[in-house]
């Protein structure tokens, strides 16, 4: 069963600090991961899009990374900002149909304390 | 731009009443998807729209759930009754080009539903 699992479910950090956030899948066959930034009452927002062949992605303070023999990736978060609180939802995409279907997670709500 | 617009933000309505969202996509955007945002599921996709045409429904929960598209730059999403499991958010997105997921879509803000 294709499934996007992600942890933890929630976080709270001190601004300025790091964080990673996890998204192990079992999507196949795989097409590519996005990660999304939702902010409260707002819809979601690209950050990284990373395909098959791609390794690491950085967007600013963002760096996603892939494993598709794992079948994980990971959104690091460097020196964190109170803007950066917000839920964090990866998305999967299956190859081979038309849209390629999606596999959502349920998100990684993140908190920046000062 | 003014990016994927929806209305009304919020809706409060009582079960049973019929209630009706709409999503104004991206100019230039052939592709439509209508999703719901709940605690429990996190984001699903419930219905896109390729060219005005439905492609995809398998995610519509039930008959009481319908989406039209007349033309390329107006969708509904009707809930006929409502009842109360209906409370969520429901997003609108529209991207350029269904036919490849690599295409970003961008995002509504939401309308908030609460069916009392």
């Known amino acids: 069963k294709n499934q996007v699992e992600q942890s933890p479910q929630s976080l709270i950090i001190l601004e300025g600090k790091n964080c990673t956030l996890q998204?192990?899948?079992?999507?196949?066959?795989?097409?590519?991961l996005r990660w999304y930034k939702q902010d409260t009452g707002r819809g979601p927002v690209s950050l990284t899009i990373m395909t098959f062949s791609e390794n690491t992605k950085s967007n600013g303070r963002y760096t996603a990374t892939l494993d598709a023999d794992t079948k994980q990736s990971s959104l690091h978060i460097t020196a964190s900002q109170l803007s950066d609180s917000a839920s964090y939802i990866c998305v999967v995409s299956e190859r081979g149909s038309t849209l390629g279907r999606l596999y959502f997670g349920r998100g990684t709500q993140l908190t920046v304390w000062p | 731009d003014a990016g994927v617009i929806q209305s009304p933000r919020h809706e409060v309505t009582e079960m049973g009443q019929e209630v009706t969202l709409r999503c104004k996509p991206i100019s230039g955007h052939n592709s439509l998807f209508w999703y719901r945002q709940t605690m429990m599921r996190g984001l699903e996709l419930l219905i896109y729209?390729?060219?005005?045409?439905?492609?995809?429904d398998s995610g519509m929960p039930e008959d009481r759930f319908s989406a039209k598209m007349p033309n390329a730059s107006f969708s509904t999403l009707k809930i006929q009754p409502s009842e109360p499991r209906d409370s969520a958010v429901y997003f609108c997105?529209?991207?350029?080009?269904?036919?490849?997921?690599?295409?970003?879509?961008?995002f509504g803000p939401g309308t908030r539903l609460t069916v009392l």
């Open positions: 998204c192990n899948y079992t999507v196949s066959p795989f097409s590519n």
């Open positions: 997105a529209s991207s350029f080009d269904s036919s490849s997921s690599y295409n970003e879509q961008f």
């Open positions: 729209f390729n060219n005005n045409v439905p492609i995809d």
